[in-house]
């Protein structure tokens, strides 16, 4: 699973990068937003089933474990901006998950260049490694610039009336995470 997940998380960014520099000038890298937050969503569908183990139960208990997860945060993240893809697209959104998924592929990356026996990269993992804490803050301030963007958005009709609402929700459980001081 980690290797899937590595794996999907590098292409993430490079879906993330596409749209990013060529999303709004050449019409064919606009489906990378899409695709982008797909990738993000299997990537914490994937955490997911490792921090809960495949045990499964439709019990309040279990619902309430399954949403103290940050994985499950970020399948939420996914959902509310794939809903919101028919009204318009929010490129700011790219960049948190895009920046997490760099954080989390620095980890793996370690280990991949272990077993390959080389040390090509491995600067710029420890400099990404180092930035760690800087990362995390600006995911956590790009989270929370969110909410006026799609509020404005909302005022423009160019996002889903309940956007903001389950923004709002996703906030609030993602800064109650116990995981995560970021």
């Known amino acids: 699973f980690n290797a899937a997940a590595w794996c999907v998380r590098l292409y993430l960014i490079l879906l993330s990068v596409q749209h ?3 999303g709004g000038a050449i019409p064919s890298f606009d489906a990378c937003y899409k695709k982008a ?19 499964f139960s439709l019990s309040k208990e279990h ?3 399954v949403t103290q997860e ?35 592929a620095v980890k793996y990356g370690y280990l991949v260049i272990e077993a390959i026996g080389t040390n090509k990269g491995r600067g710029l993992l420890n400099n990404i490694a180092h930035k760690q804490q800087s990362l995390f ?9 969110l909410m006026p963007v799609i509020l404005v958005m909302l005022i423009l009709v160019r996002a889903n009336l309940v956007s903001p609402f389950m923004y709002y929700r996703y906030i609030q459980l993602r800064y109650n995470s116990q995981r995560n001081a970021y």
């Not at 797909?38 to 997911?48: G, K, M, P, Q």
């Not at 994985?71 to 993240?77: G, I, M, P, V």
């Not at 901006?81 to 998950?97: D, N, V, W």
């Open 37 to 55: 937050l797909i990738a993000n969503a299997v990537v914490a569908c994937i955490r997911l089933h490792q921090r809960i183990g495949g045990n």
């Open 20 to 22: 990013f520099f060529l």
């Open 137 to 145: 803050r600006i995911v956590s301030m790009t989270e929370i610039m």
């Open 70 to 104: 940050d994985s499950a945060h970020y399948l939420f993240y996914s959902i509310i901006f794939l809903l919101q893809l028919k009204s318009g697209k929010i490129t700011l959104a790219l960049l948190p998950i895009t920046l997490m998924a760099v954080i989390h």
């Open 63 to 65: 619902l309430v474990r």
